[in-house]
């Protein structure tokens, strides 16, 4: 299998990365009090070494009380915690690696099975996480303006301490997603509406601000999902016609490459087209678009929740497509996390030393 087309250099705006592979965000409890410790950044600036091309961060929240669920979810705000994240850029780039932190509101959320809760209510567009489980408050006007513009000091923040691009998580079930489903988004102003643009909205203000405070050079990512922690089959976009009146408001906003996250990358988006979410992204809007979804394993992610392992898989059908054209760049997340060099054995083509993954390697900062 050749996998040379993985290891082409890319360059966008401020991004000029060494190959295709991208550290996808996976979400680490391990910041007490939401600032990054030096385990932290020793995890980040291991990928780097291993030879990760683009390293994004696990989520981290921004400036809002009710931003978070849980107390050990690092924050990109605040004197300490950006200290420890400057800590953490400075070890990738000795390295050789490039990042960008993955900026984040929870919004709405389920309390933490730890039992901590922030010192104000979960916030999202109508109170709800889910149709039907109200767990917090519905946004004012006011609420939704700090947002976004909390949004924006995030991004500016990452500018100024160095990192190379910032991504805004507008996936799975999180606030902007809240925005975007007509099951979590019941407002009747100009936030709300029946159609997925109308719904649109409050994205496209975090991309304006966001663009806005890092300017027109910084490469500006978003993640974005059509299933939801509370319906995997959903579709919010049934049709690439759907799918065209949703993102390219966005890529006019500012969004330079679309993060399309799936849950099998194989799995094609619409009937009659074996493209995945990835694919149409770039099909609609010619904007670089993220492949995600169970690469280089035969289990998929949300099976790893409940203790199932998994074991390495061919990326065949991952080259077959990369070297279509279906998109630029490739996320890896469960294989990154138990193995720091993996990408250095699939460059080297040594898959006889690829490990799987097991829930242990959820619960620690896997170093070597």
Known sequence: MNTDSLFRPFSLKSLNIKNRIVMAPMTRSFSPNGIPTADVATYYQK?????????????????????????????????AALDGWQNVIKGVHAAGGEMGPQIWHMGIMDNHHSGWVPSAPFEGPSGLNRPGFNNGNTMTEKDITEAILAYGRAAADAKRLGFDTV?????????????????????????????????????????????????EDFAVILRLSQWKPADYTNQMAKTPEELE????????????????????????????????????????????????????????FLGAFAGESSEPSSLEELMRRM????????????PLLADPNWVKKIREDRTSELKGFTKAALSQLVLD
């Open 167 to 215: 991504e805004i998580h507008g996936a799975h079930g999180y606030l902007i997603d809240q925005f975007f489903w007509e099951g979590t988004n019941l407002r009747t102003d100009g936030y709300g509406g029946k159609t997925l643009p109308e719904r649109s909205r409050f994205a496209i203000e975090v991309v304006k601000e966001v663009r806005r405070q890092v300017g």
């Open 245 to 300: 009146a949703w993102l390219n408001p966005l890529a006019d906003a500012g969004v330079d490459i679309f993060h399309a996250s799936q849950r099998r990358f194989w799995e094609p988006e619409f009937q009659g087209s074996d493209l995945n979410f990835a694919g149409w992204a770039k099909k609609v809007t010619g904007k670089a678009t993220i492949t995600v979804g169970s690469v280089g394993l035969n289990g998929e």
């Open 323 to 334: 070297d279509r054209g279906d998109f630029d760049l490739v996320a890896v997340g469960r």
């Open 47 to 79: 990928r780097a070494e291993g030879e990760v091309g683009l390293i994004l961060s696990e989520g981290t929240v921004i400036d809002r009380i009710a931003s978070s669920n849980d107390a050990n979810i690092p924050h990109f705000h605040g004197t």
